[in-house]
């Protein structure tokens, strides 16, 4: 049975940041993950996980001027500094949370261009030795041009080819059925090839990013497929309700925990 993590980032936004985790964990979720946990102090965070025995699946390193428009650094000419000072401050909430994944954003920038292509290896090669150390996956997710256009990670085979190619145990992919099924489709093919490279699985309806219930995909099909392969990791609810958080919980029911 997969083990689903609460995104905390787009679901249960009734509640304020902090007081998602208790109304995740009164949901039945044993497992939570969001963009970015930076506006908060790490022992605080850590508490909120510690009394409702929630998990921390996953989240972001810091992803430059969000506010600004920036998606990442990674792949950022000029910014290596700025990422080597993120990669410590991502590993203080990593010590705090007990989380064993972080999601390295790539930035806005064009996947044909040498200087950023060498940007972004040289940044995943540094990020990845220094997670290595405290026993901490890598994730790199290939994202939509839909919904980030611009974005340098844009195709999951440029992911797999990284991923191959750096050959470190540590890095691994963020498999976002909503973006390939945007990007590419053939769903249950590529998590059957993919698996083996994979460190996270993330879900939502497509086209609309809702509850996994609906619209273009099988999802009841992909989590059987998801166990069938044996993965043993989180599978993260990335969507946006539709209406109230837990008025879309009819297709975790079985999942829940009571
Ligand atoms: O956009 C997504 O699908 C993600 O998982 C990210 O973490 C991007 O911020
Ligand atoms: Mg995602």
């Known amino acids: 049975m997969p083990v689903f993590a609460a995104n905390l980032t787009m679901m249960f936004n009734e509640w304020s940041f902090l007081d998602r985790f208790d109304a ?5 979720f044993t497992a939570v993950e ?16 510690a009394r409702n025995n929630l998990q921390q699946a996953l989240f972001n390193l810091p992803p430059g001027e969000w506010a600004a428009g920036e998606r990442g650094i990674a792949a ?7 990422l080597k000072a993120d ?9 705090a949370t007990g989380v064993k994944r972080l999601h390295l954003m790539a930035g806005l920038a064009d996947p044909s261009d040498p200087e950023a292509a ?11 030795e220094r997670l290595a150390d405290k026993g901490i996956d890598l994730l790199l997710e290939p994202i939509n041009a839909r919904n980030m256009p611009g974005y340098f990670l844009n195709d999951f085979g440029a992911a797999e080819r990284l991923i191959t190619e750096l050959g470190l145990a540590n890095v691994k992919l963020q498999f976002d059925i909503y973006h390939r099924q945007i990007m590419h489709g053939d769903v249950a093919m590529a998590l059957r090839r993919l698996l083996p490279i994979t460190g996270h699985i993330q879900i939502a309806s497509v086209p609309s990013r809702h509850e996994p219930d609906d619209e273009e995909l099988n999802y009841p099909y992909l989590f059987a497929e998801i166990d069938r392969l044996g993965y043993g990791g ?9 209406g109230r958080t837990l008025d879309g919980l009819n297709w975790f029911k079985p999942f829940a925990r009571s």
Not at 235 to 242: H, K, L, S, W
């Open 24 to 28: 995740a964990t009164e949901a039945g």
């Open 34 to 49: 969001y963009l970015f946990p930076y506006e908060a102090p790490p022992e605080v965070i850590a508490d909120r996980l």
């Open 76 to 82: 950022l000419p000029g910014r290596f500094d700025g």
């Open 87 to 95: 990669v410590e401050q991502a590993l203080d909430y990593a010590a």
């Open 118 to 128: 060498s940007c972004y290896r040289r940044s995943v090669a540094y990020t990845a």
């Open 234 to 242: 989180f599978v993260g609810c990335e969507y946006t309700p539709r």
